[in-house]
């Protein structure tokens, strides 16, 4: 096993511009069942159904890196079965992702965008990335966090893999039996080789301007990163 107690960025072959476009479709699916078993969108829902019914009218929702949109789409339904109103847009950088996010009809817009580099739109009460921070460099993962608080009116929320000796033995073998994609079996270890650790990502945070921002731990391998724009 890896040595752990240091982040290790690790190139992923999902980030790969070369990767055949099919291999690609095949990785998202694999990833979206990993999504589901770990639960990504009970991760997400309780903070965003709480808002709604705070806010007493439809929740404008900007999910970042969306892959193939498996995340939104699950918090749409949820949000249906509530009977609360969710306007939801997703965005990924890859356009191979966008069109497999949308070829299922779904009242979601997809659209390509680079969340790093560029500013994201505005008007969105709530702002979710999903399995992305781990993606990037400290200089970009605090870029991306300070453009989501740029788009973010009231709460900002971050979905991501902690790096652990436990948290690689367990990715490491879910990935086997969730996919046999060879692509999500060698990103996944990978993933939490690069990923940071709580307080590494609380530490990001503050770097963005999120001060006051929360991370707690969430079973299996996750943290969620959470903040809140005080209203005046």
Known sequence: MPNL???????????????????????????????????SVGALWPRVRALALELKRPVRLLDIATGSGDVPRALLARATRAKIALEIEACDIS?????????????????AHDAVRNPLPGGFDVVTCSLFLHHLSAGEAVALLANMEGAARHLILVNDLARS??????????????????????????????????R?????????????????????????????RIQE
């Open 95 to 111: 356009a191979t992702a966008v069109a497999e996010a949308a070829r299922e009809p779904s009242a979601i817009r997809f659209f």
């Open 200 to 228: 590494e990502a609380l530490e990001l945070a503050e770097r963005a301007g999120l001060h006051g921002a929360t991370v707690r731990t969430r079973f299996p391998c996750r943290f969620l990163l959470s903040w809140e």
């Open 5 to 39: 107690r240091t982040r290790e960025r690790i190139p992923e072959l999902m980030d790969d511009p070369a990767l055949d476009a099919a291999e690609h479709r095949r990785a998202l699916a694999g990833l979206a069942r990993l999504n589901r078993f770990s639960g």
């Open 165 to 198: 000796r436990f948290n690689y033995a367990a990715v490491w073998v879910a990935c086997r039996v969730l996919s046999r994609s060879p692509v999500v079996r060698f990103d996944g270890p990978a993933s939490v080789r690069s990923a940071f650790t709580p």
